[in-house]
T-cell receptor, first 112, second 115 residues
C-alpha cells in the first residue's frame, strides 16, 4: 500500500527565514505522481505542484522550490524568505493507479 | 473560471437528521471526488466518480453515507441518519482527466457539525 510521511508536525519560523518541509513516500509502482497542496487558515485546499516519477528535475516557482529524489523517495518543499502569508498546513500526496493518498500535513507558522 | 463550488459552507444539525452536501465540479472536468477531513484521520477519500459513474466507494464509512452524480455538473453526498462522529470538513474535488493521477482541484469544503 502506498504511504506518505510528513514527519514534521509543526514548524515555526520567523519571517524571511527559509524553511523546508519534508515528504517521504512509499510505493511499489514505477509510475506515480507526487503533489503538494496548501491549506491556509481559511480552510480551502490549494494545489501547488504535480510531479511525475520520471521527472526528477527540481522545480522553482517564485519563492517555492521542490526537490524530488527517487533514491531517497523524498519530495521536499522549500519556501525561501518566508512570509506571514505562508502560514498554513501543507500536504504532500502520492497518486498511483487507484487513488490520491495524503500525508498528515505539516503546520507552518511564520511569525513577523 | 469558477472553481469547484460546494454548498452549504457550514451545516449544523442534530443527531439523527439527514444531511445533504452539494458539489458543482469545474466545467469540463470528468472526475469528481468526495473527501472527509478530521483531526484524527486526516484527509480520506470517500468516493469518486468518472464520467458520472461511481468507480470506488470503498472509503464510504457505512451505509448511512451515499453519494450520487446525476449529471456532469452536480453531485450530492448524503448522510442519513447523521451521528456526532460524522462531524468533519467534507471536500469535493474535480479533475479534468478521469484518472487519479490527474491534478485534483478542491472546493472550499463544507464544515459539518452534528450535535
Amino acid at each position: 500500500a502506498q504511504k506518505v510521511t510528513q514527519a514534521q508536525t509543526e514548524i515555526s519560523v520567523v519571517e524571511k527565514e527559509d524553511v523546508t518541509l519534508d515528504c517521504v513516500y512509499e510505493t511499489r509502482d514505477t509510475t506515480y505522481y507526487l503533489f503538494w497542496y496548501k491549506q491556509p487558515p481559511s480552510g480551502e485546499l490549494v494545489f501547488l505542484i504535480r510531479r511525475n516519477s520520471f521527472d526528477e528535475q527540481n522545480e522553482i516557482s517564485g519563492r517555492y522550490s521542490w526537490n524530488f529524489q527517487k533514491s531517497t523517495s523524498s519530495f521536499n518543499f522549500t519556501i525561501t524568505a518566508s512570509q506571514v502569508v505562508d502560514s498554513a498546513v501543507y500536504f504532500c500526496a502520492l497518486s498511483e493507479a487507484d487513488k490520491l493518498v495524503f500525508g498528515a500535513g505539516t503546520i507552518l507558522r511564520v511569525k513577523s | 473560471d469558477a472553481g469547484v463550488i460546494q454548498s452549504p459552507r457550514h451545516e449544523v444539525t442534530e443527531m439523527g437528521q439527514e444531511v445533504t452536501l452539494r458539489c458543482k465540479p469545474i466545467s469540463g472536468h470528468n472526475s469528481l471526488f468526495w473527501y472527509r477531513q478530521t483531526m484524527m484521520r486526516g484527509l480520506e477519500l470517500l468516493i469518486y466518480f468518472n464520467n458520472n459513474v461511481p468507480i470506488d466507494d470503498s472509503g464510504m464509512p457505512e451505509d448511512r453515507f451515499s453519494a450520487k452524480m446525476p449529471n456532469a455538473s452536480f453531485s450530492t453526498l448524503k448522510i442519513q441518519p447523521s451521528e456526532p462522529r460524522d462531524s468533519a470538513v467534507y471536500f469535493c474535488a474535480s479533475s479534468e482527466i478521469p484518472v487519479p493521477t490527474d491534478t485534483q482541484y478542491f472546493g472550499p469544503g463544507t464544515r459539518l457539525t452534528v450535535l
